[in-house]
């Protein structure tokens, strides 16, 4: 079955540094998604990103399906971007998300 | 407001009890799924439901078992508990099954003593 790699697993960054965060996966898959895992546990969406770039302020997201890769890309760091992102191959017909084990980020002012 | 709810969030439970997980989405999604994160984990799938059937199951126990009593519904009702079912279960829903990225609400973490 699919098997998702991100890394690192944990970064520190001084505030207004970039971040660069890496996803691979093992087989085709139909789209990568980006969640940003706030304290508390709840799951917030970030990108859905088949393939290509897509931005959202501060963040940029690329996949290359031939490549089997995706990134996140966090351009000057707030403290508030701290927390753990999480990367998920979605498959099948059944959307079903394989996720990786996350990077734990932690910008300090 | 969420959109998808999930009752309740803190749930404390000992072993060899049996609890239900409540999920409701108001969204008007026709797929429903479940999902656990135990410590140390990667968040990993457990059911698929579309138009309130399953479509797949990725959990080797049956005392795990979802219940869709209504189209918005997908319940998780857990018997025989045990420790290592502590975690937080999160309940997620798209349109459709397919390329949709699903929302998830926001978890009901779970521990047994």
């Known amino acids: 079955g699919q098997q998702v790699q991100q890394s690192p697993a944990s970064l520190v960054l001084q505030e207004g540094e970039n971040a660069e965060l890496q996803c691979n996966f093992s087989t085709s898959l139909n789209s990568m998604q980006w969640f940003y895992q706030r304290p508390g546990g709840s799951l917030v969406s970030l990108f859905y990103n088949p393939s290509g770039t897509k931005h959202s302020g501060r963040l940029t997201s690329t996949t290359v399906i031939k490549e089997r890769r995706s990134s996140l890309h966090i351009s000057s760091s707030q403290t508030t971007d701290s927390g753990t992102y999480l990367c998920?191959?979605?498959?099948?017909?059944?959307?079903?998300?394989?996720f990786g084990q996350g990077t734990v980020l932690s910008v300090i002012p | 407001d969420p959109k998808i709810i999930q009752k309740p969030k803190y749930l404390v439970a000992v072993t060899g009890s049996e609890k239900i997980l409540i999920c409701e989405q108001y969204l008007g999604h026709n797929a429903m799924y479940w999902y656990r994160q135990s410590a140390k984990k990667p968040l990993e799938f457990m059911f698929s439901y579309s138009y309130q059937k399953l479509m797949d199951n990725q959990t080797a126990s049956s005392r795990f078992q979802p219940q869709s009593s209504k189209k918005n519904h997908l319940d998780l009702q857990i018997t025989a508990l045990k420790p290592d079912d502590s975690a937080t279960y999160f309940c997620a829903s798209s349109q459709d099954p397919g390329n949709q990225a699903p929302l998830f609400g926001e978890g009901t973490r779970l521990s047994v003593l």
């Open positions: 998920a191959a979605l498959t099948g017909g059944n959307n079903k998300l394989t």
